[in-house]
């Protein structure tokens, strides 16, 4: 017999979230600070096709969380929301007495019997704000209470249902759990899991091609293309670069191509394509030798520019060119895409042994997780998928107005972020105005957000660990972080970090 744990939930809050709890504190609940239902939604964790690699359980909130809309790739988790009106009252908080009030909701939800109509009643989240809206600073604390018997849950053993029905018992089954869906599709609870399904790739190089076009008005000269694909049909409307023509007899290789058309546009350009593809993470590579060549070939060009833009449609691809930017100390901007949504930023520049708390982020600071396969088994929402057609330029434009005010700033790319600051405050760190970190976009309200992150002194990318181990053994240590994510976990102190928030005695009593 095992003891039965609970998998506890990681936060993750969307920036529309904020912005939206943000409006509504000034335009509706002013000074109210009575607690407000919210919504959140949750999805269980994942496990890579390693079976040890995972994604934790994680509870989203969005501007949709003050609503009850329900998003279909998840399941709805009802919360209560605490917002204060000032950061003491958030400090001073009695949060025992908040978490026991959110947990004995469940035990009366079990207690009354309305569980049975609403499973989602036992999964519950509880969360407390202080929203500074003059700095842009949101401070938050989530519960997360779960019951605790005197005598734990067990089970004997856990099983894959292949493994005990047969296969028309199984199809009784999804049946059932269909119909039960139907008629409860906020139920909290999965039985199987179908896959992934495999989208359309984004194409985020638009975004690469509106960029080269700014780069050049800025008088940028050298410009290096590397990409692995051929120019298709689809993609001379959306990447202004491509004509119809490249498309012809299957495609020209696409930073060739590129390269060809950016110097009919500017003769003085002296630009060059690399079809090469980045090797990733998690992903099998036919062959080392392969990977090697590629990874030497990579490593040449970033050491011999100045700036590396990141434009590539998946995270991990970003993964070696953003460590190998930290190493030899070059620019990195890295642009990401949503449907209509979009991420501008620059990475933070550091010396090993250095502060990290006083020091910019990368893509990767915020992972607990070294990057995996993310495109072999992921839903709509996490791929890189459709975009509206302006977005790639309105996010290019600004990643290379971004460089700009780099290189306009007295300290360059080691200047420390600006924060947001009022359009008629004059008070400018460069002569084209301010030097954020991250640039946060929204196409739906027309609205971006300057945000900064902080370095993280594990991240998988940019810390002193994988920074030291990158400088000590060369290549090869990319190339077995590479073939094992593992590896470069343990590198990072992300599998210690991991370990050890699951061994955690989980004492939600007295200070979840
Ligand atoms: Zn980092």
Known sequence: MSILQFEPFSSQIDGTFWEKLGKLKIDYYKLDDSEKEIYGYYRGGERANDSVTALPARLFLSSGSFDKEHASFSVVSPGILKNTNTLNEFKDLDKNAFLKNASSKIWEAIKDGSVIDQPQLLVQFGLITFADLKKYKYYYWFNFPCLLPKNPFTYTKSQYLPEIYSESQLDQLKQAFHDFYDKAPNCNFFLYKSNGHVFGKLNEWSTFWSNTKDDQAWGVRHITFVDNGKVSYSNPVRQPLFTFEDCLDGGLPKAKAAAKRLSEVFPGVKAAGYDVSIPMPGHLVDAEIVTRANVEKLEQMVEDHDVVFLLTDSRESRWLPTVIGAKYKKIVINTALGFDSFLVMRHGMREIGENVDTRLGCYFCNDVVAPVDSLTDRTLDQQCTVTRPGLSAVAAGLAVELLASICNHPEGPWAPADQNVSVSDSANSTVLGVLPHQIRGFLSHFQNLVLVGAGYNKCS???????????????????????????????????????????????WDEDM
């Open 461 to 507: 990318a940019c810390s002193d660990p994988v920074l030291q181990q990158y400088e000590q053994d060369g290549i090869d240590f990319l190339i077995k972080a590479m073939k094992d994510s593992n590896y470069l976990e343990k590198v990072a102190g992300l599998d210690q970090m991991k370990m050890e928030s699951e061994n955690i005695d989980v004492d």
